[in-house]
């Protein structure tokens, strides 16, 4: 059985778990106050061009989402996503939990359109009763999204200047940002992308690591107190250098790209392999999930050998599927799953 | 520099370590839905004679204490805990953040007395303003204590007993509990001891682990929907594998059991090594956390080549200070630190 | 200038405001323990057809609505609501606040459709991820709706049925209770409308008080420690008497409906002189809420002399606006405003 | 039976309730935006000498200390009071419900010392831990305090020091702030008062209102958004006017100093009656509240034909019991009372 059901499959990337086994009886600080978490930062700040950003460290994504947005917004504030964000639909209602309301946009293909947040906000103020109802308090969005799309730069542009223009952080989730970065639809640095946003996260889990999401914030007033929030929410590792190893590891020489470009052109074979064979898709991923349309039979043909998850029925009877590759994906593998895929008749 | 600051400075014991490495490169499905997991919890269940217990593996401490207790309470309840107690002193405010007010018994040595418990839900109770006041709503503990100390079976009965009366939940926090296991100071059994518990931690972090809280929950009703609110708190690993595989070692050929031995004999080593030299101690601890009370000279020397916590200052000058030893703690170090120590004359 | 701005511009009923004053001097025992609270519960029970229910006395909506749902949800559950219902657009967040995500469904009428609750449950509990996502906790409900709509008593049953079907208390919002019980839509006795909810509120504030919503809660489970939760919620009135002073009253003689007929007949009069003039409106309310679309001239004139909410600008330069009729709106207020509006040509 | 169970036993001063009357006809804004409100704010901010302050109406006093707490701080911070502190004790966990920790200092006689404040302050910053601890965000401290004691100017001097040099703002909680600033123990204007806190409320429930406590609040950050977190807590009152009304009527030609007067005066003479009986008190209190010790046979006569409450049993059998005079208790009902009492041999 061959899985792309996700992206954390496996462990880590060879290169990162050597850096743990490497260090594993040294003694170092607990908490994320130790060289290697130093270390990781400068790397980060550096890579990205953000010299005087803060950098945390933590342990998953549901976890990054809630504390950045727990620290940012007061209690009548919300956070503006897609209806598809990750935060609006699958942290089991992290937000809420944390006293915020998700306000949603509509979004096909999982980005935030600069013009919904103007709409929202406009509307908000020009209400009456404008107190009765939540303030929106910050942006945010995916990248690439939940279903693989990547924003181009002048999306990102018009994402500042609407938030710009109503004084609301955007904050970048980064769980596969890698993937967007190399992705053939990517028309910015990273560093150009860090000066767009608040805050961002550069995802660990997905890309290599055994776990773990770096937070960059940009804005000083979001990262005040921050650890005591990060503290509070369960989010602060006792043998923080675990996280500070592995993104030292993976922010030197390139490795992060280099797993990144590794997912993504095997995706990319994937996806060329399936529409040669006559198959369409859900959405036009340039990243390293594929929503291909499988007719059933297919489907359960596949089950056999190969796993995947199923994300929605069609009407027509068909499925849209979802196909990840990891740092541990071989070319090999994908090839063998495009074999066991017949042509579209 | 030798370091006695905490348990949590190095990485995992070598056979955790290897069980990760081994398993490195093989897929399982996410968020704790593994075989790892699955086997983990069933060596847990046997191991502390709990068959139809629930095992979760969260990351950290105060995570888990968090979720279970965010998972046990009505809006109205708080949970009753020493005045020293980790969730009433040292999680930021986490339990509160969760809607709950920790409701404080005093304890000079770090545990909770049922009578004191009973007082407290008596007055409750008894108070014409009853709704006026945060009702008890589960009692928390931990054992060994913040200060290294261990429950008896009697006191443990005696909590069971008032607990029944008041129909709380038992709740015990065992970020450190092989340690209290292998103590002198323990007169029972695990089995015994989790028959007296409805929900209780096996660390996992400070015992040999990388990381890694197996929360074992024996009252079906808490246990009902949790898995949403872990995830909600941000307790859902997606590589979730990574707490099966270490408890899974841990659970193996006793190893859970030798790492404390290790530890508390250590502990035990140093302690005696320091009695023996003269000096007191703020609290009589028979686990891996010392608590000697050293003269400012003492300290300023040790200081150059040794690391400890300094705990307390006294009146006197002298200060409690904290020594804790780890898996990798060995008696070379021990011994080098009591060579650095004069007898108190 | 006469204002049909809202049904909250007086004071009370005189009938109401003659209880206070009567008692004014009177000494009682606070927080609602009062003979006055005990005889408007009691004469409430008599009234609704439900002897067992605990009746509850808060001040206002948004109040009942945050408390009630904070006493009956787990956090990992929300409240589904329409996507037009009070606690998801106009209490400012309060649902979240208290921890729970509002799960909307669509809604043209301002209904909650059995069949939409069946399809939200069933998505829920079908798909792989369902514990990343919020548990569907309670189903709210207004009536009349927000937009002055009111159920009938198949839409009722349905909704106790898919209610029962997924285990969900069906909560009703019945601020403005007495002019849905007293339309030409209402197909049901109030006994009957009871029988089908598990809580439910009676709405003072519009409808003769000076403030006040009685909580009907007929499920026992849901009444625990009420009154814990409803302190917590600053929901305890210390002179809780005033709000049982009120309802007594409201519910003597049949004032409560007496008052609801003199709103909607009010309203029924208005409707029909628009409807006579050729106006169309927005949505067809049988209650003392009626939404007619105006165009801009009419409205501008209008505005010299009466007040009046605009609701929604429409894309053709007209706007539907809001009038609404109290306990002291008069025939001779509405005659005036009609004989204001000149026929649509 | 006369009552002197607390000061909310009656309706409201006849100068109060006269204002609602006369107005009850009359049409106004909903939501605390009507021109009674308007003018009550006027009067407030000129009796208070601050006349850039917000003023808010609310209902009740739990409500406001959440909202204005809620408004105030962080997610890690907490709100230091003395541990008889009203949010400390009787409001069921709401400000932990707000989702923050009470941080409380020891305190014998109802008042919060600067002194320990500070030494909280600096045990805080102090600590090694300090992200792991809950950060004070807040003083509260109640004048009257719950059992009737009076800050002096001294005192609050004190207080505002301290906390300009932690950065916290003082909120005072003045429940009963008419009956501090009239008693024989005050030292200060009221504007000398306000000029020390960054905000405060004036309460009207126990000083001749229905209902109501006004929130100043002086310093412009917390009240930046506050009417959003207001409805957010339940606290925007429809018929919002009711509150302006009252207050309106109160603060006028001193009618909320003549109330206090009133009450003091009479509470005055039953401590004297009782001290010339050879009573002891529990606490020396110059305001409205009289907390005597009284021998069980003593009690136990008295409750025949007085009502109040037993606050505290002692060792020796006697009790502390409250007494409270009201807008509404007459001389003859404190003669009455006296003349019930013996003589304590």
């Avoid at 693989?148 to 990102?156: D, H, N, Q, R, S």
């Avoid at 904050?171 to 000066?195: F, H, I, K, N, P």
Wanted: aromatic letters at 8%; one cysteine or more.
């Amino acid at each position: 059985m061959i899985r792309f059901n996700s992206d954390y499959l496996e462990g880590a990337h060879p290169a990162v778990l050597e850096a743990l086994i490497r260090t594993n009886a040294l003694q170092s600080p607990g908490y994320g106050e130790d060289d290697y978490c130093r270390e990781a930062a400068d790397r980060i700040r550096a890579w990205c061009g953000a010299p005087d950003a803060a950098v945390h460290f933590l342990v998953g994504g549901t976890q990054v989402n809630r504390t950045l947005i727990a620290a940012a917004l007061r209690p009548h504030q919300g956070a503006v996503a897609a209806v598809s964000g990750h935060i609006a639909v699958h942290e089991s209602g992290a937000i809420e939990n944390a006293g915020h309301k998700v306000l949603t946009v509509p979004s096909g293909n999982g980005k935030v359109d600069a013009g919904d947040v103007d709409t929202l906000c406009a509307a908000h103020y020009d209400d009456e009763s404008t107190e009765h109802m939540v303030q929106p308090g910050l942006v945010y969005i995916s990248n690439p999204t939940e279903i693989g799309t990547v924003y181009t730069l002048a999306e990102l542009r018009a994402l500042r200047q609407v938030c710009d223009k109503w004084g609301l952080p955007l904050y970048l989730d980064g769980a596969r940002l890698g993937c967007a970065l190399v992705s053939e639809a990517c028309d910015y640095t990273v560093s150009e992308m860090a000066a767009l946003c608040d805050a961002f996260t550069v995802g660990g889990t997905k890309l290599g690591a055994l776990f773990g999401e770096a937070l960059v914030i940009r804005t000083t007033a979001l990262n005040r107190d921050f650890r005591y929030i990060l503290k509070q929410n369960g989010g602060m590792l006792a043998k923080g250098r675990l996280l500070g190893l592995q993104f030292r590891a993976l922010m030197s020489d390139g490795l992060y790209e280099t797993i990144a470009r590794h997912e993504v052109e095997l995706a990319m074979v994937l996806r060329d392999g399936l529409r040669s064979r006559g198959y369409a898709f859900w959405v036009d991923s340039p990243t390293n999930q594929q929503f291909p349309i499988l007719p059933e039979p297919v489907r359960n043909r596949l089950r056999e050998a190969f796993g995947f998850e199923c994300w929605q029925k069609l009407a027509d009877g068909s499925s849209v599927v979802r196909f990840c590759t990891s740092w541990a994906t071989s070319k090999e593998q994908v090839d063998a799953l495009l074999d066991a895929i017949p042509p579209l008749r």
